[in-house]
């Protein structure tokens, strides 16, 4: 109900300045421990088995995906949600102001959004300091997505991502290499076998270098699109597994319109998230499983709006799943409401109940 009404007064407003309240919100809310103890009473996530993946014990197998808290400021605040990971960004090394607004259309008839976001930020140094805001994250994992300045020419790529790989390295649990927003130009061509293979070996050396400064390991994932064909799919798995990369995020949003043809903002250009989305990225999780053939984890991102979506990409394979867009068409609850629909799943299998029933 009250969901409902603030949903109601949100959507009068543009998505991005509607985004910035929620997100300003959960900020100012996260250090204040009587709010986050009523929202965690009001969205009640039950103790689960967890799930390892990467080295890494999840709490539970669901996260806030990137570009929601790009500037590590509510990340605390929003976890209460039940968010058993949440991965802020993408962070670039300095300040950017992205695309001229409007950058974040909404297509309420298709529970989805089309954004050209294009990596607005204060950069990695502010990034830094907001999140050791937050002293002590429990078991909550927390990972930063990483990306190019969209000045930095597609040759010098690599050493941006080392730049902050050595930044936040020290003060995350993974790190997510963003090769595939479509918002920022040419990135997507570094998920091409010919550029990705240089890219990954840059990377991979500075994670062995930073593994031996830190003495702990920080896994490396990389993120891909799902309008990749068959054979960059494959071509992209192969390099990601050669080079040693711990996990896949599969899939940032999609530059295809196929099933909102008919809404006026169709032709606004950007990455499609959220419901219309949601086969492709099923799809590309299949073929990318089947490429992989279990040699390393896959998160699976794009249009879960449901409880029984997020279980559909879990039987199919995937080790953990991420929501965005889902979070603002389904609301608060979602994230909770895939926690139980897990933990029941998995009472249904081992035939067990934590009530004795
Ligand atoms: C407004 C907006 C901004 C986004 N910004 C980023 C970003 O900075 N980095 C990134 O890797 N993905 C970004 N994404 C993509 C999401 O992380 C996710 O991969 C995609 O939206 C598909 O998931 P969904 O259908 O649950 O939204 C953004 C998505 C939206 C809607």
Redesign the pocket.
Known sequence: MIYRLARSLLFRIN??LA?GVVAGLMARSGGFSPIRAAVKEAFPVPESQGVDAFGLHFPNPVGL????D?EGEAWWGVSALGFGHV?I??VTPKPQPGNPKPR?FRLPEHR??I?R?G?PGSGAEVVARNIARVPDRGNLILGV?I?KQKTTPLEDAAEDYCVLMEKFAPMADYL?V?I??PNTPGLRKLQHQESLRPLLGRVAEQKDRLQQELGRRVPLLV?VAPDLDDEGIRGAVDAIVEAGMDGL?A???TIGRKGVEDSPLADETG?L???A??DL?MDFLGKVLGYLGGAIPVIS?????TADDALARLDAGAALV??????IYSGPGLPSAIVKSVIQGAEKLTGSSNDGG
């Open positions: 998505p991005e985004h995906a990137a570009g929601w790009k991965e960004g993408t974040v989805s959004l954004n976001m990596f997505n990306g997510a963003n595939s927003s993120k995020i899939t940032n949003t990455g998230s959220g419901e989305l949601r990225s991102v794009g249009g879960i709006m991420q929501l965005f867009t889902g979070l």
